[in-house]
């Protein structure tokens, strides 16, 4: 089983920046894949980062160019650096891994003036 804690959210102006935060505790040896999610009022949880224990990143276009997905092995983090935010990417964000399908608790990201 593994526990995963997302930080870093909050509210910021169109055109900025924000940088998340995961870490993982618990059976941490097994994760493979790390990603992240988000969720906007209304709409489904959309993958829109992932990052396997090698390095290989992949992105949804939405987020392609914008934001950046990096992993720390040694301090067990996944952190996702978004620049240029739009009020579109209003959402919960979420931290995922697999395998075992592990879920944060979500971290709230406004883009708004």
């Known amino acids: 089983q593994v526990q995963l804690v997302e930080s870093g959210g909050g509210l910021v102006q169109p055109g900025g920046s924000l940088r998340l935060s995961c870490t993982a505790s618990?059976?941490?040896?097994?994760?493979?894949?790390m990603a992240w999610y988000r969720q906007a009022p209304g709409k489904q949880r959309e993958f829109i980062a992932g990052?396997?224990?090698?390095?290989?990143?992949n992105y949804a276009d939405s987020v392609k160019g914008r934001f950046t997905i990096s992993r720390d092995n040694a301090k067990k983090t996944v952190s996702l650096q978004m620049n240029s935010l739009k009020p579109e990417d209003t959402a919960v964000y979420y931290c995922h891994t697999q395998p075992g399908g592990s879920w944060g608790q979500g971290t709230q990201v406004t883009v708004s003036s």
């Open positions: 618990g059976s941490i040896f097994s994760i493979i894949f």
């Open positions: 990052i396997t224990s090698g390095g290989s990143t």
